[in-house]
């Protein structure tokens, strides 16, 4: 089998569930996602239910303030040793480098544009720009202040990859399988994980698709399968 590319969001309010989500796919995902919805509902405490199941975990939390409060929380997340987390390319250089300043073992992505926004948002809310334009300003943002990785729609890979090459690690989100068929999908700019990896992605990040599924597992299978 391939190098293992999905990362599942665990985004729930509901800890049993979440638990057996881990249970049942950990053998076949690279990571989970622990965002807002779960690290607010269960804490330090869930996270660490997690953690203890031996996964490696993408604590999404999308860090964005001064520098000395992202230097701060970067280094309180650090203590519990995800192996990604976020903070908002946009909060400027001084909050990068504040943040890589403490980063210890944990890989700090920058987040770019979400995906939840087309360019028409992104004109209306201070950016003045198309999509397209500000990821490729913030992957040489992300390059200059040395972080790990950008997270990133389906849209805007090539864009990155031609930028950065290898030198930083593209964590995508805004998947979405030919069978999916999700009717509150708030997602604007999406692909389907075979086109992603083709166009240049590292990681996918798949939350909906596969956990409500009716057979989670098989689900996330046959997603790998199309990638092989």
Avoid: W
Avoid at 121 to 145: F, G
Avoid at 164 to 182: C, M
């Amino acid at each position: 089998m391939t190098q293992k590319k999905i990362i599942v969001a665990l985004d729930s309010d509901n800890f049993k569930n979440a638990i057996s989500l881990v249970n049942n796919l950990k053998n076949d995902v690279y990571a989970f996602k622990i965002g807002y919805e779960f690290f607010l509902n269960f804490g330090i405490n869930g996270y660490k239910s997690i953690q203890q199941k031996n996964v490696k975990i993408f604590l999404d939390l999308k860090l964005h303030d001064i520098p000395n409060s992202v230097k701060s929380g970067i280094d309180a997340i650090t203590k519990l040793n995800p192996y990604f987390t976020t903070i908002h390319i946009s909060g400027g250089d001084e909050m990068q480098e504040a943040a890589v300043s403490v980063k210890k073992n944990t890989k700090i992505i920058g987040v770019s544009i979400l995906t939840s926004l087309d360019s028409s948002q992104t004109k209306k809310y201070n950016y003045n720009d198309n999509v397209e334009n500000i990821v490729s300003d913030y992957t040489h943002y992300a390059l200059k202040n040395k972080l790990d990785g950008v997270v990133c729609s389906p849209k805007e890979i090539e864009v990155v990859k031609k930028i950065a090459s290898d030198k930083l690690i593209i964590i995508t989100p805004g998947i979405r399988p030919s069978s999916s068929s999700n009717t509150q999908d708030d997602q604007k700019r999406f692909m389907t994980p075979k086109e992603a990896i083709k166009c240049g992605a590292n990681y996918l990040v798949i939350g909906r698709p596969i956990t409500q599924s009716l057979k989670p597992l098989k689900t996330l299978q046959k997603i790998n399968t199309s990638l092989e």
